[in-house]
């Protein structure tokens, strides 16, 4: 084969598939095919063949793409996944990839710059925000995209009424100082309740997680035992109790165990139509986790809202607070090179804040409120 | 017979056709040679690789607890303090309940598929134990917290407890999952490793050597046990490591019914927690640079804890092995 014939067959061949590219034709589609078939009949043509599959390939997408990937907590993966299939809908050249690895993963990836953005169920700590500037050179934006809840559910053989918890009972459940379920702590809480003489069975989860973090930081928050002896961690050192893997091994375990409590994620209890209790607020009203209550735990704490977003809601004012809530947040770096990327992650924090937060609810996450939601839009403006 | 007759006759007369014909059957010898020693060499480097990369990335675990990483027992990322101990007693007890009763269990049934049971059943019933060797651990998992556990619950443990209660190991409260739930899990899980493997090198042991003994006047099972099994052994007992080895390193169906809880309780029915287990737990969501460390020592320590146990495996088996070849 010469090289005179060699270029022949290419051109001609990509010329067929600019064609065919431009005006998508029944007629012309058949006339390529027979004509590629013959082609790989013989050596000279595959190379030909070959050349023009990816010119093909490179003419397809008519406009540019623009994918975004992120990485991290699996809480809120449920309501990620929607919001990035809905936009992908929405705007067809941006296509958004999450993959849920966890929060610690997530906090990693962004801050070693292998993926775009990160998510976490716990605001980053200083040291990581140091560590991230020296290596991103930026700083690192917390975005709240949503609310989650924990909360208390049990199994107690003859018990089908809610019951009440104050948070000395549950920090000295946890602690394994109360043992009994009559113990009076619990017991005068509820006091319509008979409650049996049955030792307590505790179960927490056997993984590091998000769900962890915001239950072991609402009791050091109401005991400071908890927070001398234990402390607060996706993971901790339990005084007590039987591990479960997620929240199915949690409930799993505590449907399986009489006079065992345990705590799970809201999304998850309501879910899977588990029983759960009520706990009692600052304000002194037992208030049962929804999402209207934990919205409004957001809202009692968006008045004292730091500029970066970083703040724990557990144990929140206000009366119609749930005391066990956090958010879950988004990490973006302040600073964004490219610009199409910019763009395209600045305008879905912006799809997000308004019309994403009317999906909220249909995954049982509670939205976020109005005032948080203000603050949000002033910070988007810090990305550049 | 014919062809070798030819081949041989061919091979005789040196030079022509012949000579190029063994030339290239040395080349292929030569390159046989070179692609299993790359295929046996990959093997190698990556136990190396993985040795390095878990040995360095552990480094400041490593200087910062010293030995007392293996010996203490408390497990607290809030205030960054890492003990083993717990982790490796339940790693090292599940395993070796698992075998305990895997291994009868496994070896038992392979000598029934491949001496005793019609060829049609054996070959049915090895097909099924394929099949179980394929399901993903997870589903053990849940099958053991969903439905093995109750059964514990409900019809194994209380007999155990009346009639044993006066024993360490089953004393104290029950609560479905422990030590001694994922030590069954785990015995069902490798069971299909040994009886495969066995099964297959007991099929392979000479029909010579069974119409020998049968000859000599020794009954079958005689002659299974003291001729077809002995002549096995070397294959049967790579099963078990196999076996171990998968037991050592499950992670998932492990932490589903082993209760995560990093204790050490003489007794069997309490729950406990295994170095895989919080490896799978924990590594995701570690923040900060000495819980990781901490966590990648954990597989240091599973190298650790496999290379002992095979060797102690392996000088048993030696020492086991001699004294029968005495008596």
């Known amino acids: 084969m010469t090289t005179s014939q060699y270029w022949e067959s290419t051109t001609d061949s990509s010329r067929v598939v600019s064609q065919f590219g431009l005006h998508a034709d029944s007629e012309m589609k058949r006339n390529k095919q ?69 929060s610690g993963g997530g906090i990693r990836q962004v801050t070693e710059g292998t993926v775009d953005f990160g998510a976490s169920d716990g605001p980053m700590n200083d040291k990581q925000i140091a560590e991230f500037k020296q290596k991103r050179g930026c700083d690192i934006l917390h975005f709240p995209t949503v609310l989650g809840a924990d909360v208390p559910t049990y199994n107690v053989p003859g018990i089908s009424a809610d019951l009440n918890f104050t948070p000395e009972a549950l920090a000295g459940i946890f602690l394994g100082r109360i043992t009994k379920w009559n113990d009076p702590e619990i017991q005068k809480a509820n006091p319509s309740v008979k409650l049996p003489n049955n030792d307590l069975i505790v179960v927490h989860r056997s993984e590091a997680s998000g769900t962890t973090y915001v239950w072991v930081d609402y009791l050091s928050k109401v005991s400071p035992e908890w927070k001398q002896k234990v402390g607060v961690g996706t993971a901790v050192n339990w005084p007590v109790g039987l591990g479960g893997k997620g929240n199915e091994g949690v409930s799993g375990q505590i449907k399986q165990t009489p006079y065992s409590i345990g705590y799970v994620e809201l999304v998850y209890a309501i879910q899977n139509h588990l029983q759960y209790g009520q706990v009692r607020n600052q304000s002194g009203s037992f208030v049962k986790a929804g999402l209207a209550s934990v919205t409004a735990a957001a809202a009692g704490a968006a008045e004292n809202m730091p500029d970066d977003f970083r703040v724990s809601i557990t144990n929140a004012p206000g009366r119609a607070a749930y005391p066990i809530a956090s958010f879950t947040w988004l990490l973006i770096p302040s600073k964004i090179q490219d610009a199409t990327k910019r763009k395209a992650l600045v305008d879905f924090l912006r799809w997000m804040l308004t019309s994403g937060q009317n999906d909220t609810a249909a995954l049982s996450y509670a939205q976020l409120p109005k005032q948080v939601v203000a603050k949000e839009q002033k910070a988007i403006l810090k990305i550049q | 017979m014919s062809t070798t007759a030819t081949l041989d006759q061919g091979v005789a007369p040196p030079g022509g056709r012949v000579v190029s014909f063994r030339r290239r059957l040395r080349a292929g010898d030569e390159v046989a040679y070179l692609i299993t020693l790359i295929a046996a060499g990959t093997i190698f480097l990556i136990t190396a690789l993985v040795f390095y990369e878990v040995f360095s990335q552990s480094a400041l675990s490593r200087h910062k607890f010293g030995w007392s990483f293996l010996i203490t027992s408390v497990w607290d990322p809030v205030a960054g303090t890492f003990g083993a101990l717990p982790f490796i007693y339940g790693t090292v007890v599940t395993s070796i309940l698992g075998l305990l009763v895997a291994v009868p269990e496994g070896i038992g049934s392979a000598i029934f598929l491949s001496e005793m049971a019609p060829p049609r059943l054996s070959n049915a019933c090895t097909f099924l134990i394929e099949l179980l060797a394929a399901v993903p651990s997870v589903i053990y998992g849940l099958l053991g917290i969903f439905i093995l556990v109750p059964i514990l619950e409900r019809h194994v443990v209380p007999p155990l407890k009346s009639a044993f209660g006066w024993l360490p190991i089953f004393q104290g409260p029950f609560y479905g999952v422990s030590l001694f739930s994922a030590g069954i899990v785990l015995s069902i899980m490798i069971v299909p490793f040994i009886v495969s493997v066995s099964r297959e090198v007991l099929l392979a042991v000479p029909r010579d050597q069974r119409e020998a003994s049968l000859a000599l006047g020794a009954s079958q099972w005689q002659t299974t046990w003291r001729v077809v099994v002995p002549n096995a052994s070397s294959g049967i007992v790579g099963s078990i490591f196999l076996a171990l080895a998968r037991a050592l390193g499950e992670t998932m169906a492990v932490t589903m019914v082993i209760g995560n809880t990093p204790q050490i309780k003489a007794s069997l029915l309490a729950p406990g927690d295994s170095i895989a287990s919080v490896i799978a737990n924990q590594f995701t969501e570690a923040t900060g640079d000495l819980y990781l460390s901490a966590l990648i020592e954990l597989g240091l320590v599973l190298f650790g804890v496999t290379f002992v146990l095979n060797g102690l495996a392996r000088i048993l088996i030696i020492a086991t092995s001699r004294k029968g070849a005495h008596s």
């Open chain 1, 34 to 102: 027979m004509k590629m078939l013959a082609c790989l009949k013989e050596p000279r043509g595959r190379i030909a063949t070959a050349v023009a599959v990816a010119a093909m390939l490179a003419a397809c997408p008519l406009h540019a793409q623009t994918s975004l990937t992120g990485a991290g907590a699996t809480f809120p993966y449920p309501m990620y996944s929607k919001w990035f299939n809905q936009y992908h809908k929405a705007h067809p050249d941006v296509e958004i990839n999450y993959q849920s690895i966890g």
